[in-house]
């Protein structure tokens, strides 16, 4: 059983490009987590997304930054117009029902805005 | 404002000593408090989880100490080794209240000299 996966591994974008971060839940997971890491920091929640549907989008940025999770593909988290301060490790975790005790994290996409 | 207060930053134990990670709470509605292992560039991997109505959970090396009138726990790691180096989050999460995000601390990078 695969875990969870994410692409691209390494992503480098100039300022004002989009990014795109793919996750791959663990099969039977229909719950994605996307959490961000700043350098020395510790993981920072964004949003909860269950397929088709955004649950909680409580920490993620108003504007820029959206995210899906389709019925078929993978979950998304989508970065419009991309700064410095963008520059961060985003993982996702998965889970088969909601709450925090399944949750496996893929080994993120380390975004590097130049 | 929830927060997770993490410390050490840092820790160096000789191998075979005891690690010991303390972390800080200020939110009484959490009721999950779960310790992730993360190694360079890879995403956290749970390693022990304590709900408050036990004051000690143990698995292993790995004991988590709770006390709930101090909003405190601690992760313990006995006979520490080289492969234990790693950098330690600790999380909570209000299950009932919430959709199951985690709240982490910033983490604590260990090493263990041989």
Redesign the interface.
């Known amino acids: 059983n695969a875990g969870?996966m994410q692409n691209p591994r390494h992503l480098v974008r100039r300022r004002g490009q989009e990014a795109r971060l793919r996750c791959s839940p663990m099969k039977g997971h229909s719950?994605v987590?996307w959490?961000r890491q700043l350098p020395?920091?510790?993981?920072?929640?964004m949003v909860?997304l269950q397929k088709e549907n955004i649950?909680?989008e409580s920490?993620m940025p108003k504007e820029r930054f959206s995210a899906e999770f389709p019925k078929e593909g993978p979950s998304i988290l989508r970065i419009q117009q991309v700064v410095r301060g963008d520059s961060a490790a985003y993982?996702c975790?998965s889970?088969p029902r909601?709450?925090?005790?399944e949750?496996?994290?893929?080994?993120?996409t380390r975004l590097t805005v130049t | 404002q929830q927060q997770?207060k993490?410390s050490p930053q840092s820790l160096i134990v000789q191998k075979g000593g005891i690690s010991i990670i303390n972390c800080a709470y200020e939110n009484t509605a959490f009721d999950?408090f779960?310790w992730?292992q993360q190694f360079p560039?890879?995403?956290?991997?749970?390693l022990i989880?304590i709900r408050p109505d036990v004051s000690e959970k143990k698995e292993g090396r790995f004991t988590i100490s709770f006390n709930k009138s101090a909003k405190q726990f601690s992760l313990h790691i006995m006979d520490s080794q080289p492969g234990d180096s790693a950098t330690y989050?600790c999380?909570a999460?209000n299950?009932g209240g919430?959709?199951?995000?985690?709240?982490?601390?910033?983490?604590t990078k260990l090493s263990v000299k041989p």
């Open positions: 969870v719950h987590y959490y020395e920091e510790g993981l920072k929640f909860y649950i909680d920490g993982f975790a889970s909601r709450g925090p005790y949750q496996y994290f893929g080994p993120g | 997770v993490q999950y779960p992730y560039g890879k995403g956290p991997a749970l989880a989050f999380a999460s299950i919430s959709q199951g995000n985690l709240i982490f601390g910033k983490g």
